[in-house]
């Protein structure tokens, strides 16, 4: 099955500068990838998502590349807030024979703290 | 809040007995997921179902069974047979095989 790795586990930075996570995955076959943010105790949700037809795509202050080849993509948050602050986690799944984009592997997770 | 509810949001049981936790959505979506989260770890999958009255299993099934009765429900129950039940338990659901995951607000299961 699929096995999805995300570095680091903590990332401290200041306001202002820019955040990366980074997530790897095993399955080449995967072709959607999203990432969630998750506040303390409460649902994740979802910031971003690429499939793997495209490379790299933006919103706003969020992007997220994908490398097929080397089977990994990354969130990258410019000119981080405090409330940025929060649980990342990255996610991989296959749309194929009927599965859908709900079958999830998660990441390990990623706890960013902007720090003001 | 969001078109899926998950209730109770905290539950509490003695260890030996079974529980059932509920989520409900209102967004017609055609496949519901069940996750668990571990204190400082991702979401790992229990259940699935794509339409009503089928359902497959996740990655950790074992100790959990759960119906797809109806489109908008479905419910999870941690049996007596779950080794560490003690978690943070997340529904989610999705419009179609290409649209991305909603998730419920969770409930906090404690078994004592």
């Known amino acids: 099955g699929e096995n999805v790795e995300q570095h680091p586990s903590t990332l401290s930075v200041q306001e202002g500068d820019s955040a990366v996570i980074k997530c790897t995955y095993s399955d080449s076959a995967s072709n959607y990838f999203p990432w969630y943010k998750q506040e303390l105790g409460k649902r994740p949700q979802l910031i971003i998502d690429?499939?793997?037809?495209?490379g790299e795509k933006k919103d706003q202050r969020i992007a997220v590349t994908l490398n097929k080849t080397a089977k990994h993509f990354s969130l990258h948050i410019t000119e981080t807030q405090p409330e940025d602050s929060a649980v990342y986690f990255c996610?991989?799944?296959?749309?194929?024979?009927?599965?859908?984009?709900?079958?999830?592997?998660f990441g390990q997770g990623t706890i960013l703290t902007v720090h003001p | 809040d969001g078109g899926i509810t998950q209730s109770p949001k905290y539950l509490f049981r003695k260890e030996g007995q079974n529980v059932t936790l509920s989520c409900e959505q209102n967004?017609?979506?055609?496949?519901m997921y069940w996750y668990r989260q571990d204190p400082g770890q991702g979401l790992r999958l229990i259940y699935y179902s794509q339409i009503v009255n089928d359902f497959q299993k996740g990655d950790i099934a074992e100790g959990y069974s759960v119906s797809r009765e109806k489109k908008e429900s479905f419910p999870l129950t941690v049996t007596s047979a779950q080794k560490n039940p003690t978690a943070f338990y997340l529904c989610?659901?999705?419009?179609?095989?290409?649209?991305?995951?909603?998730f419920g607000q969770g409930t906090r299961l404690t078994v004592v």
């Open positions: 690429i499939r793997s037809n495209v």
């Open positions: 989610a659901s999705t419009l179609s095989p290409r649209t991305e995951a909603f």
């Open positions: 967004l017609n979506h055609d496949a």
């Open positions: 996610a991989a799944s296959l749309h194929a024979g009927g599965t859908s984009y709900g079958k999830l592997t």
